[in-house]
């Protein structure tokens, strides 16, 4: 069995919370949030230490999204297809300045396209999200192919909301803190496989 591991939400599920420290220090090339209200537009590049099938597995095994997560509270393949196609259940509990938690639940739709892309659709009906889609490309780094570049798109439209003027600012901030995190975490794992 390989280690526990997380899906490409599990990048941004837990998207509000702060950081632990990391065993590994990934290579973060950019990380870039957008606040146009009422969505977040998230964009995220990082270079791991570790091969890029190790960090597939990783990110595709939708049952042990902990590890990768400190938001991440439990998680779920609520039902899967042969083609592929997993929906996939989280609840996190984020917190705002370490004192205000919250829980809350992403259904998605998680698939992997033509290019290799782990895809994930939020599905708003069951989801504390109007609308969310990300886009993860796993792939051997240029430079060395026992490296790999995660690069991820995000948009993220939530249904909750937080207090204005500072709450875009701290949802910002905290996104760019759990992505790096998390990468940090998958390279962690990844390395041990």
Same mark, same amino acid.
């Given at each position: 069995?390989?280690?526990?591991?997380?899906?490409?939400?599990?990048?941004?599920?837990?998207?509000?919370?702060?950081?632990?420290?990391?065993?590994?220090?990934?290579?973060?090339?950019?990380?870039?949030?957008?606040?146009?209200?009422?969505?977040?537009?998230?964009?995220?590049?990082?270079?791991?230490?570790?091969?890029?099938?190790?960090?597939?597995?990783?990110?595709?095994?939708?049952?042990?999204?902990?590890?990768? $997560?400190?938001?991440?509270? %439990?998680? @779920? #393949? *609520?039902?899967? =297809?042969?083609?592929?196609? !997993?929906?996939?259940?989280?609840?996190?509990?984020?917190?705002?300045?370490?004192?205000?938690?919250?829980?809350?639940?992403?259904?998605?739709? $998680?698939?992997?396209?033509? %290019?290799? @892309? #782990? *895809?994930?659709? =939020?599905?708003?009906?069951? !989801?504390?999200?109007?609308?969310?889609?990300?886009?993860?490309?796993?792939?051997?780094?240029?430079?060395?192919?026992?490296?790999?570049?995660? $690069?991820?798109?995000?948009?993220?439209?939530?249904?909750?909301?937080?207090?204005?003027?500072?709450?875009?600012?701290?949802?910002?901030?905290?996104?760019?803190?759990?992505?790096?995190?998390?990468?940090?975490?998958?390279?962690?794992?990844?390395?041990?496989?």
């Amino acid at each position: 069995m390989p280690a526990r591991s997380a899906c490409v939400s599990c990048l941004t599920a837990g998207f509000l919370s702060l950081p632990s420290t990391p065993l590994v220090a990934a290579d973060i090339l950019s990380a870039v949030v957008r606040y146009q209200a009422p969505a977040y537009t998230v964009s995220f590049e990082a270079v791991l230490d570790a091969h890029h099938k190790h960090v597939r597995r990783l990110v595709t095994d939708y049952e042990n999204l902990i590890d990768l $997560s400190p938001t991440v509270v %439990h998680s @779920d #393949v *609520i039902s899967s =297809t042969p083609d592929g196609h !997993s929906r996939v259940k989280l609840v996190l509990r984020p917190c705002f300045l370490i004192v205000l938690c919250k829980r809350i639940i992403k259904v998605t739709d $998680s698939s992997v396209s033509g %290019h290799g @892309d #782990v *895809i994930h659709v =939020t599905v708003p009906a069951v !989801s504390d999200f109007h609308q969310a889609r990300e886009q993860l490309s796993i792939t051997p780094d240029a430079n060395d192919t026992e490296r790999t570049r995660v $690069s991820y798109r995000g948009y993220l439209v939530p249904k909750f909301s937080v207090p204005p003027i500072i709450g875009p600012w701290i949802i910002r901030r905290q996104i760019i803190n759990e992505l790096t995190v998390t990468a940090r975490r998958v390279e962690s794992l990844a390395q041990l496989m």
